[in-house]
């Protein structure tokens, strides 16, 4: 029961209001600001008690001083609790550290209000971030501001909306520019330019696999030559890169493990790839660096390796591949210069066409000093704004032309697929072999429409697929591109047994 605790004597006494809070402690009742509110007389403050413990048991009360922690303290509190992947805990400390931190750090939880966080968003659209960098910002503030309304710190969360509340004009995600994709033609050029740009034919695999299965880039990068298995690849890890720059090999995205069937021609593709890449795996892979936290992995097991550079030693410029493609560089380097046909902005040099000698088609990259005057053409954009994400977009549109079934293409981008339809659906061997038949339909549409461009290519998997490709329309040798497509890679029937007696010890 609140009660009334007198201060001081004579003309100088007050009093103050003392209530139990419902868990074991008895604070006084204090204004806006935190302070002790003082009575003069003994009856106004056992009624202010009152009414605080009806607070209390109604749960709307809530401790002034609570809200006197400052965002800095908080964060530092909530931060290490998170129970999330490594790479989503990285973008949230990217986030805070660089954004929020430096904004709020100092800020008590009680001041930063709703109208604090409207001025703070058009203080950042105002710097140039764009609309969707934006909405994270806000969606992690909003995730800390509400575990601390959760926990007494304060008694709302000033970050969240009421639904169809604010202006609506710009914020319908449907609105906003389709996102851009690619036909297989441009798919296919695509990898090409990617091969010249890097100088070896790998890219050229590794965009056509990402274009022609869906597979999502950490997928991909983290794809070992066990998990090929000719007809089809197995998607069993991910390998991911954290904001510290090291690497973490672990489970796919939402778990989505599965096999992905592979059309006869990409197959081949992909055992050429392998075969490329034979490597001895060893306890630890080259990319660990000595005192990162993440944990450690094998190394020279997987299909796609970094690019190739050269390092001096002695005398002597020994080549050196990195054992992994970082997302960024791979965007930087090959991907966007070769979809945009522009070298993106990197300090010091700004935005710039890429300058290629014309001959042979699609054009060499020209490098080294005056590579301005001695460059002829420059390359055209294929997609503007495309990323190798877009690819598993492009997948998807691709299949939804071909009608493929609906539950075959969520398995094959590792959805899972809601409602009676899924319940009721079941995929086929038919079904399976539809898909196959309009992928491969798209590769040699590819392929044909290359040809009419150009005879050859200066990158050799490319060129030796044209030669094979022309030779097959001209009635030649079919079995011209045997090395690269392997045959019977889907046939039911076993072909080529062959003696191998087991040896005992």
Not at 89 to 104: A, H, Q, S, V
Not at 141 to 163: F, T, Y
Not at 183 to 212: H, K, M, N, Q, Y
Request: glycine share 10%.
């Amino acid at each position: 029961m609140a009660y009334a605790e007198k201060r001081g004597t004579g003309s100088g006494a007050y009093y103050i209001a003392r209530f139990s809070d419902g868990r074991g402690k008895w604070p006084t009742v204090k204004n806006a600001a935190g302070d002790t509110v003082r009575y003069k007389r003994k009856r106004d403050a056992e009624k202010a008690g009152d009414d605080a413990e009806a607070e209390v048991r109604g749960g709307r009360w809530h401790d002034p001083n609570a809200g006197r922690e400052t965002f800095g303290q908080w964060v530092n509190i909530w931060f290490p609790r998170q129970d999330l992947a490594p790479r989503t805990l990285g973008n949230y400390r990217l986030t805070l550290e660089t954004i929020l931190l430096p904004t709020f750090e100092d800020e008590p939880l009680g001041d930063i209000d709703g109208d604090r966080v409207q001025a703070w968003e058009r203080q950042l659209a105002a710097d140039g971030y764009k609309p969707e960098s934006i909405r994270t910002y806000r969606g992690v503030l909003s995730v800390v501001m509400g575990d601390a309304a959760a926990e007494g710190k304060i008694q709302v969360n000033p970050v969240s909306r009421p639904r169809g509340r604010g202006r609506r004009a710009g914020k319908a995600r449907h609105r906003a520019a389709e996102k851009p994709v690619v036909s297989p033609t441009g798919a296919l050029l695509l990898a090409e330019r990617c091969a010249v740009l890097s100088g070896r034919d790998d890219e050229f695999i590794l965009v056509a696999t990402l274009a022609w299965t869906g597979a999502r880039w950490g997928e991909l990068a983290g794809l070992e030559r066990r998990y090929f298995r000719m007809s089809t690849m197995r998607i069993e890890q991910q390998l991911g890169e954290l904001d510290d720059g090291t690497w973490l090999l672990g489970p796919p995205k939402e778990d989505s493990r599965r096999d992905v069937d592979l059309p006869p021609f990409l197959a081949g593709l992909l055992s050429r790839q392998v075969a490329a890449t034979q490597a001895a795996r060893v306890p630890v892979c080259s990319c660990f660096r000595d005192g990162q936290v993440a944990e450690t992995h094998q190394g020279g097991a997987f299909v796609f390796t970094g690019r190739t550079s050269r390092r001096r030693e002695g005398k002597k410029l020994v080549p050196v591949t990195a054992a992994h493609w970082r997302r960024s560089g791979f965007e930087s380097m090959a991907f966007k210069p070769a979809a945009e046909g522009w070298f993106p902005k990197k300090a010091p040099l700004p935005r710039r066409p890429v300058p290629i000698e014309a001959d042979p088609f699609p054009g060499v990259p020209v490098r080294g000093r005056n590579y301005v005057e001695r460059s002829t053409a420059c390359w055209v954009p294929i997609a503007d704004g495309l990323t190798p994400h877009l690819l598993r977009h492009t997948h998807k549109t691709w299949m939804n032309e071909d009608r493929i079934d609906l539950k075959l293409a969520h398995e094959r981008l590792g959805h899972e697929m809601g409602g009676v339809g899924a319940r009721y659906s079941h995929i086929t061997d038919g079904m399976r072999a539809e898909l196959l038949d309009a992928l491969t339909a798209r590769w040699e549409a590819a392929l044909d429409a290359r040809l009419e461009l150009s005879d050859g290519s200066p990158v050799a998997i490319l060129d030796e697929l044209m030669k094979a490709r022309r030779a097959r329309k001209e009635g030649g040798d079919a079995d011209d591109d045997s090395m690269i497509v392997p045959q019977n890679s889907h046939s039911g029937v076993v072909v080529g047994l062959r003696s191998r007696p087991r040896k005992r010890a």
